[in-house]
């Protein structure tokens, strides 16, 4: 499946089925009820803080989701799967620590080349000389395990497995055999849409209260299951 059809197909996904659609946004909604009740009842109130702590708990609700739109995909199914909020839950906290430990392998790659190398602790004007190159393999680790992860969050909807999902070896294989250009492409374009959501999102803000609700409910809806669906496909490759 060439990318022009992957993006297709996820691009008209979340259009499939409106009802579960805005389900979907709704509980996105919720994910990020922090923002909603920041622009109900200003920063820093205490409805922001539960705000904040409901909200985490259905960003981990949506991240556990997006993996059985993954499911989805791999299957070759159009329908938008309905909630399971407890197996939700837990999947989206393997999905954290799948992503914790993406996140950490490169920061510690980094800071043992920078022991090893004597950058550490060196004085100022060794570490400034260095900086640019560091930086340079810093930025490229971290890209590269950024596209890991993406594969590791579909080797984890395929088995359910953290342990499947963590095996570098054969995540590597996987980007070898999909095409890393090609994933590095669909990051690129997810990345451009997520830009153009938060843009949209932000005038839609300009409408006081409802503005925020209803631009989090149809955009961070969309954006959510069309991001997992993409992935499931790209993953079929």
Same mark, same amino acid.
């Not at 909630?83 to 954290?96: A, E, M, P, S, T």
């Not at 590269?144 to 995540?171: C, D, K, M, N, T």
């Given at each position: ?93 393997? %999905?954290?620590? &799948? ?5 950490? *392998? !490169?920061? $510690? ?5 920078? @022991?090893?190398? /004597? ?77 153009? %959501?938060?843009? &949209? ?5 300009? *409408? !006081?209260? $409802? ?5 989090? @409910?149809?955009? /961070? ?17």
């Amino acid at each position: 499946m060439s990318l022009g059809d992957v993006l297709s197909k996820s691009l008209s996904y979340p259009l499939s089925d409106l009802k579960n659609f805005l389900i979907v946004g709704i509980f996105t909604m919720l994910a990020s009820l922090a923002t909603v009740c920041d622009a109900i009842f200003g920063p820093n109130s205490g409805i922001s803080f539960v705000g904040a702590i409901i909200g985490v708990i259905f960003a981990l609700i949506i991240a556990g989701y997006s993996i059985t739109v993954i499911k989805k995909a791999m299957n070759r199914s159009n329908e938008i799967p309905s909630f399971d909020f407890v197996n939700n839950f837990v999947d989206g906290i393997k %999905v954290l620590v &799948i992503a914790i430990v993406y996140l950490f *392998i !490169p920061l $510690i790659i980094t800071f043992a080349l920078l @022991i090893m190398f /004597g950058l550490v602790g060196a004085g100022f004007n060794n570490i400034a000389a260095s900086l640019g190159i560091w930086s340079f393999l810093a930025i490229i680790l971290f890209i590269l395990f950024g596209i890991f992860e993406v594969i590791a969050e579909a080797r984890f909807a395929e088995s359910g497995s953290i342990g499947y999902a963590l095996s570098i070896g054969q995540v590597f294989e996987d980007v070898k055999r999909i095409g890393i250009i090609k994933i590095i492409l669909f990051l690129i374009i997810s990345i451009i849409l997520m830009f153009i %959501v938060s843009f &949209i999102i932000g005038l839609l803000a300009i *409408i !006081p209260v $409802i503005g925020v609700i209803i631009a989090n @409910i149809i955009l /961070g809806g969309y954006f959510t299951l069309f991001y997992g669906y993409a992935i499931g496909l790209l993953y079929l490759e």
